[in-house]
């Protein structure tokens, strides 16, 4: 009998790893470039939610828990860095790593993002794969994350 235990594969006691897909919220009025961006983060493993909008994108933030929110700073209905201090503020999304994709330019805007509580910038028209391996590098940070950011098997 002690023969045929010593045969059975041993059962690890750490705990499975489950693999999350990550989501990133996508706040930018320009409703072709976040079509275009939401389709290739798709490919790329991520879900994604968009709006077009501050006031929605905040609802959207506080209600989807996303991973990493890339925001616009010039939005119909607020000022970008405002919605990027109320995330910030917030004890639903202040974890949640925030980059900013805007044409905006001028002299001290960097710096005003990260005073707003931004962790990246990026100014348009953008390199995509700049801009993800920011998310990836993003999620990284804020979660302490080690592995694909994508949630896909490695």
């Known amino acids: 009998m002690s023969a045929d235990l010593a045969t059975l594969p041993r059962i690890s006691s750490r705990p499975v790893e489950v693999r999350k897909k990550h989501t990133v919220l996508i ?3 320009d409703d072709t470039l976040s079509e275009v961006l939401s389709h290739r983060l798709k490919q790329q493993g991520f ?3 968009a709006a077009y909008s501050g006031k929605t994108g905040l609802k959207q933030a506080r209600a989807q828990f996303p991973s990493a929110i890339i925001l616009d700073l010039a939005l119909p209905d607020a000022d970008g860095l405002s919605i990027c201090v109320q995330l910030a503020d917030s004890p639903e999304t202040c974890t949640t790593p925030i980059i900013i994709l805007s044409g905006k330019e001028g002299p001290g805007l960097v710096r005003s993002c990260r005073e707003a ?3 990246y910038f990026l100014r348009k028209p953008y390199d995509p794969s700049a801009l993800l ?3 990836r590098q993003a999620i990284r940070d804020a979660n302490g994350w080690v592995g ?6 490695e």
């Open 133 to 135: 391996v920011l998310i």
């Open 148 to 153: 694909d950011p994508a949630g896909r098997e």
């Open 27 to 29: 706040i930018d009025d």
């Open 47 to 49: 879900r994604t939610v």
């Open 117 to 119: 509580g931004c962790h």
